[in-house]
Structure formats: structure tokens, C-alpha cells
């Protein structure tokens, strides 16, 4: 019985680390056109990492993409302009984003059918034992 309650730990946790990266996701594309945050720079891209535990579980963390450098794109008539009509622009690409979206989204329903599988798997065993 262990195993099978074991079972509904991993899809919850698969499930709510799932649903961390699709609320990451959904803060890049609505920032994508952020050229100043509160602290003067461009929005940085959002990552949701995953830590993979001993039981099958995995947890998971948000971080900020450090890596990818903010792209320069000339626009000289916007507020943000540099003095030579440069615009830093966050390091988002919608298009990726709406990628890792889908992805993320069949993880996620596949997180939830192991889950509906594990119940049925438990209320069979249940019956097994009247």
C-alpha cells in the first residue's frame, strides 16, 4: 500500500511543480515588453528549476535566466531610448515561451492521470478487501 500512496505524493508533487513553471511562463510572456523593472533593467526571464527528490518526488524553484543577454533593438522615439536610440528589451521570446506553455501543460495532465489512475488502483484494492 506504501507504494501506491507513494504514487499520489509524486503526481501531486509533479502537479504542483507544473503549475510553478506555467505561473513562471505566464510572467514572462506579460513582461516580454518590460524595458524597466523597479529596479531600472528590463525584465529578466523566469525559470522554474526542478529538484528531483530521493522518493520520486520533485520540488521546484524559481529563478531568474542570467544567461541570456537583454537584446538591443533600435527604436529611437521610445521613452527608454538610449542616447544613441537603443532600447534594452527582456530576454523573452514569446514564441518559446508559448512552447514551454504546452509543454508544461501536458505534464501537468499527465501528473493528473497518474494521479486518477492511482485512485482507481485504491478504490479496486479497497473493494478487493470487502
Given at each position: ?34 524595458t524597466k523593472t523597479e529596479n531600472g533593467t528590463p ?19 524559481v529563478v531568474d535566466i542570467k544567461k541570456n543577454p ?53 478504490l479496486k484494492t479497497i473493494n478487493l478487501l470487502r
Amino acid at each position: 500500500m506504501g507504494a501506491l500512496f507513494n504514487s499520489f505524493n509524486i503526481g501531486a508533487s509533479g502537479m504542483n511543480a507544473q503549475s510553478k513553471r506555467m505561473n513562471a511562463i505566464t510572467e514572462n510572456i506579460a513582461n516580454a515588453d518590460v524595458t524597466k523593472t523597479e529596479n531600472g533593467t528590463p525584465f529578466k526571464r523566469k525559470l522554474v528549476r526542478f529538484i528531483h527528490n530521493q522518493d520520486g518526488s520533485v520540488t521546484s524553484k524559481v529563478v531568474d535566466i542570467k544567461k541570456n543577454p537583454f537584446k538591443e533593438v533600435y527604436s529611437p522615439g521610445h521613452p527608454d531610448a538610449d542616447k544613441n536610440g537603443f532600447v534594452t528589451m527582456p530576454n523573452v521570446d514569446p514564441v518559446k515561451e508559448m512552447i514551454d506553455l504546452n509543454q508544461s501543460s501536458r505534464s501537468f495532465e499527465s501528473n493528473l492521470a497518474t494521479l486518477e489512475a492511482s485512485k482507481r488502483m485504491l478504490l479496486k484494492t479497497i473493494n478487493l478487501l470487502r
